[in-house]
């Protein structure tokens, strides 16, 4: 099957028109070489180039990209040795210039993070290594940014992701961890017996001045009861007083309101008489002692004196 002139044209037009046009996608640029030389940079979207003429030379993806920095060994100021590694992250900014400006930016940062690690640790002693993780990424980055200009790459952060010391010092530096938490352990405990025992004083004086004020308040209700009792003691012994006064007072009134009635005086005498006699028969049975008067054998005479005792009042 032999094909004519027309075919050959219309495969050439294809080709060329396929050549002609180029899609950049988006975060992309793409680096054009005219006959072997620089000519432009092609952003995203559709874009024309002379076929034959023109060459993609570079692609170049303007994303941010991590980059995995190998591990080093890296010696501190105290001469330990250190196994780092760390995560480097970039993006390009210039195409141009990351496409001539160094034959390889990725191993040209990379490089460079390491000698620059390694130059930012050897400053400083063990621990700090591990306290100053953030000075040292900073540091490292101010670095690579600076150097990184001129290959059209700007390095944004950079990470360590592991400081790894030898066995020995890790266990060393284990051992003067626990000893640290022992050591606060033991601050702990003391300064809660401490605190326990500032407790208990201050408990056992509040309970002592609790208890004292108690036994004031006691002390001063027992005066106040004692004080009530002899107040109410004096006025119930006045008032008994003042009953058998009024008491003795109605009687001796009655007495007299009696004397005054028919025959109330010969009662009254009558009375007397009789005490008179009783009187004398209780001293016989109360002691060994008898006092006698002088007519006792004259019952007659004892009884009429003692009638005699209640004389009426003179008539005026």
């Given at each position: 099957?032999?094909?004519?002139?027309?075919?050959?044209?219309?495969?050439?037009?294809?080709?060329?028109?396929?050549?002609?046009?180029?899609?950049?996608?988006?975060?992309?640029?793409?680096?054009?070489?005219?006959?072997?030389?620089?000519?432009?940079?092609?952003?995203?979207?559709?874009?024309?180039?002379?076929?034959?003429?023109?060459?993609?030379?570079?692609?170049?993806?303007?994303?941010?990209?991590?980059?995995?920095?190998?591990?080093?060994?890296?010696?501190?100021?105290?001469?330990?040795?250190?196994?780092?590694?760390?995560?480097?992250?970039?993006?390009?900014?210039?195409?141009?210039?990351?496409?001539?400006?160094?034959?390889?930016?990725?191993?040209?940062?990379?490089?460079?993070?390491?000698?620059?690690?390694?130059?930012?640790?050897?400053?400083?002693?063990?621990?700090?290594?591990?306290?100053?993780?953030?000075?040292?990424?900073?540091?490292?980055?101010?670095?690579?940014?600076?150097?990184?200009?001129?290959?059209?790459?700007?390095?944004?952060?950079?990470?360590?992701?592991?400081?790894?010391?030898?066995?020995?010092?890790?266990?060393?530096?284990?051992?003067?961890?626990?000893?640290?938490?022992?050591?606060?352990?033991?601050?702990?405990?003391?300064?809660?017996?401490?605190?326990?025992?500032?407790?208990?004083?201050?408990?056992?004086?509040?309970?002592?001045?609790?208890?004292?004020?108690?036994?004031?308040?006691?002390?001063?209700?027992?005066?106040?009861?004692?004080?009530?009792?002899?107040?109410?003691?004096?006025?119930?012994?006045?008032?008994?007083?003042?009953?058998?006064?009024?008491?003795?007072?109605?009687?001796?009134?009655?007495?007299?309101?009696?004397?005054?009635?028919?025959?109330?005086?010969?009662?009254?005498?009558?009375?007397?008489?009789?005490?008179?006699?009783?009187?004398?028969?209780?001293?016989a049975k109360e002691g060994n002692t008898m006092l006698l008067p002088s007519n006792a054998s004259d019952i007659a005479g004892m009884v009429a004196t003692a009638m005699s005792v209640i004389k009426p009042p003179a008539q005026s």
């Amino acid at each position: 099957m032999e094909f004519g002139f027309p075919f050959f044209f219309l495969i050439t037009a294809v080709i060329f028109i396929a050549k002609t046009f180029k899609v950049v996608p988006q975060q992309h640029a793409l680096i054009i070489e005219r006959l072997g030389k620089f000519h432009a940079v092609l952003q995203p979207g559709l874009s024309f180039i002379v076929p034959f003429i023109d060459r993609v030379a570079y692609n170049l993806s303007l994303k941010e990209i991590p980059l995995d920095v190998p591990s080093q060994i890296c010696i501190t100021r105290d001469n330990t040795q250190l196994q780092v590694d760390g995560l480097l992250y970039y993006q390009v900014t210039d195409p141009k210039l990351a496409s001539y400006g160094t034959s390889d930016y990725v191993m040209a940062i990379t490089q460079l993070a390491q000698t620059t690690l390694r130059s930012v640790i050897g400053k400083l002693e063990l621990d700090k290594t591990f306290e100053e993780r953030d000075d040292i990424n900073a540091a490292v980055v101010n670095a690579l940014d600076e150097a990184a200009r001129s290959w059209g790459v700007k390095v944004l952060r950079y990470e360590i992701k592991d400081l790894t010391p030898p066995k020995e010092i890790l266990h060393s530096m284990q051992q003067q961890i626990t000893a640290e938490r022992e050591k606060r352990g033991r601050i702990a405990q003391s300064e809660g017996v401490k605190q326990e025992q500032i407790n208990l004083a201050t408990g056992q004086r509040e309970a002592s001045i609790q208890r004292s004020e108690g036994e004031r308040q006691a002390a001063i209700n027992a005066s106040e009861g004692e004080k009530q009792a002899a107040i109410n003691k004096a006025e119930g012994e006045a008032e008994a007083l003042r009953l058998v006064a009024r008491a003795t007072a109605e009687a001796i009134h009655m007495v007299a309101q009696t004397i005054k009635q028919p025959g109330g005086l010969e009662a009254v005498n009558l009375k007397v008489a009789e005490q008179y006699v009783a009187a004398f028969a209780n001293i016989a049975k109360e002691g060994n002692t008898m006092l006698l008067p002088s007519n006792a054998s004259d019952i007659a005479g004892m009884v009429a004196t003692a009638m005699s005792v209640i004389k009426p009042p003179a008539q005026s």
